[in-house]
């Protein structure tokens, strides 16, 4: 089993749709969560953090359930500069700098 | 710009060559990391510094790879006699220490990479 898990894509939407996007990690000390955000051939970029009591920032919000070790992103209202890869991000390890990447998760936002 | 910088961007290098990478992270971070990614995936990690003590390593790193943060500034990643498989991005980043009793920590920003090709 992958440390970290997330939905195969990619996902194709069209612009105003509202999409969803898991992720599962195997750690159950796992320490902090993170969804990061990757255009083509560019670096990954902080989208947001996930916290215990979940959080949203405008159209987005993502939710942590320690008990089933699972994270979300939910994006509502999609435009077309939502189109990328989505990376869930999880530490571990004493003092939580072990850093795991999912795969990402392709996003196509469509006209 | 104080974001992170990678240098150099891209590096075309024979099979069997010496290569090393340079990161400059946000100035105020003391924690550094190196990654490396292949097409199609995430970011996989290296190893970790905080200030210039090296914290971790990956099995990902043999002993060919080597990692130095002299001062706790800047970090060099050198690649010893590259193989074609070592053909790929890697990707450095930069964080803080997380507060005690802070509800999340250790957001990490990334330079733009350096993008190695082994012939």
């Known amino acids: 089993r992958k440390e970290v898990e997330q939905d195969p894509g990619p996902f194709n939407v069209p612009e105003g749709a509202t999409v969803a996007f898991n992720c599962t990690y195997s750690?159950?000390?796992?320490?902090?969560f993170f969804w990061y955000r990757q255009d083509c051939r560019k670096e990954p970029k902080l989208l947001m953090s996930v916290y215990s009591s979940g959080n949203e920032d405008g159209r987005f919000t993502a939710q942590l359930n320690r008990a089933s070790q699972y994270i979300s992103l939910l994006i509502r209202d999609s435009k077309l500069s939502d189109s990328a890869t989505y990376l869930c991000?999880?530490?571990?390890?004493?003092?939580?700098?072990?850093?795991?990447f999912g795969a990402g998760t392709r996003l196509f936002v469509k006209a | 710009d104080t974001g992170v910088s990678q240098d150099p961007r891209h590096k075309i290098t024979k099979r069997g060559q010496n290569v090393t990478f340079r990161c400059d992270p946000i100035?105020?971070?003391?924690?550094l990391y190196w990654y490396r990614q292949t097409l199609g995936q995430g970011p996989e990690f290296l190893t970790y510094?905080?200030?210039?003590?090296?914290?971790?390593k990956s099995r990902l790193l043999s002993d060919r790879f080597s990692a130095e943060r002299p001062k706790g500034s800047f970090s060099t990643l050198e690649i010893q006699r590259t193989e074609q498989g070592d053909s790929a991005m890697y990707l450095c980043?930069?964080?803080?220490?997380?507060?005690?009793?802070?509800?999340?920590?250790?957001?990490?920003?990334f330079g733009p990479g350096t993008r190695l090709t082994v012939t």
């Open positions: 750690n159950s000390a796992s320490q902090s």
């Open positions: 510094f905080q200030n210039e003590a090296q914290l971790e």
């Open positions: 991000v999880v530490n571990e390890g004493t003092g939580g700098f072990k850093t795991i």
């Open positions: 100035s105020e971070h003391n924690r």
């Open positions: 980043a930069s964080s803080f220490t997380p507060r005690p009793n802070r509800q999340a920590g250790n957001e990490q920003y």
